[in-house]
């Protein structure tokens, strides 16, 4: 079972490591105005955290079988369809809300950090 957290968590860095990229490329392309730069990686890294939220509701009912995670296992634990459902949902929806809380604050500091470079200039 701590296999499938640690898939888990492994599936949904991976995604998210897809995402940084491609927030941090839109914002350098944002870097001749700085007050847009931070408000576009503000609204970009927000709405990372809202469809993580809402992908931390909707785990435990996406097929499993459907998942990177039981893509990933080696071999299939020794457990039933229903159980492997509720493990592998399970660890999704902690691993989803975790980051969801975490890019949650990231995106606060991102929104700060616009409001400041608004007010200096």
């Known amino acids: ?3 499938i957290e640690r898939l888990a968590e492994l599936s949904v860095r991976r995604g998210l490591g ?3 990229l491609a927030i941090g490329t839109t914002m350098i392309g944002f870097s001749a ?3 847009m730069m931070f ?3 503000a609204v970009l890294v ?3 955290s809202v469809i993580l939220f809402w992908r931390s509701l909707r785990a435990p009912e996406r097929p499993f ?4 995670v039981w ?3 080696e071999s299939p634990p020794a457990v039933s369809d229903e159980r492997a459902q509720q493990l592998i949902g399970a660890a999704l929806q902690r691993s989803f809300r975790r ?3 975490f890019t949650a604050y990231g995106g606060g500091a991102l929104w700060v950090l616009s409001l400041a470079e608004s007010l200096l200039r």
């Open 39 to 41: 408000k576009m990686g």
């Open 46 to 48: 927000s709405l990372t």
């Open 1 to 3: 079972m701590e296999q």
């Open 65 to 68: 079988r459907r998942t990177e």
């Open 18 to 20: 897809f995402a940084a």
């Open 33 to 35: 105005d700085p007050p």
């Open 99 to 101: 980051w969801s809380e």
């Open 71 to 73: 893509l990933m296992l």
